[in-house]
């Protein structure tokens, strides 16, 4: 399947959470990105934010985040945001930004993990920009950006990791790597949402997703081994082989089992 190519869209908003959260509250099944607009401007919810400011953070960050598959990611969310502590519900939000923006999600899989792996301390503007100049140079962008727009994407990608907790927040041109391990909560729901999109049990321990946190096959299978010592799976491992017992039948149930921690 041919990628998306990378966009600017996250000038539209970068984490989001709190404003995430708040419309996760506001939103039903079946609501359009309009009508959850409509209701969010109505609410009085966000008072410091204009009709036309919120109307992109719902239809250019919300809506391509959380409203993909008929409404499947948010429904989730709503589901859990109520019950799980922030740190994995932004962890959640990751995942689904990042699919939602390539570039993020690449640049925390080619830079962040790297720069950590390398035992540096922080990512700097600088790295972010090579990282942006370098992907116009690969054509993955629909045409050559300006010198504006590369500086400030650059900035969005820091600020985005900072937002959900890789780096340190603050304007800053250089920024401090924070411990960051993915959560099990994170690793259930990750696992078992690639399962019920077809994904069989082998392919689920590569898919780019875990790289996300950092996991590379070996480091995705000690997380479904967790899994199961938790009761949430079966899994049988041998060789390059696995195959996994999925004791929930549905998203819906495990977001049910989650919540209840």
Known sequence: MERAPYTTQLQAGLGLVNETRALLELWSPSMSASQLHDIALKSGRFPEITARRLRNIVSECFAPRYLTADGEPALHLKKLSAELPASELVQLMLIFTSRANPILGDFIRDVYWARYAGGYQEVSSDDARAFVERGIDDGKTSKRWSESTIRRVSAYLTG????????????????RILPFRISATT?????????????????????????????????VLEEMKRLSLKGLIIIQSAGDVVRVGWKQHDMEELCDVLAKG
Do not use: V
């Open 160 to 175: 985005c990791c900072a937002d959900y907790g890789l780096l340190e927040r603050g304007l800053r041109s250089s920024r």
């Open 187 to 219: 690793s259930a729901y990750l696992a078992y949402e690639l399962h019920f999109r077809g994904i069989g049990d082998n392919a689920i321990l590569n898919h780019d997703d875990w790289k996300l946190f950092g996991l590379e096959r070996d480091d």
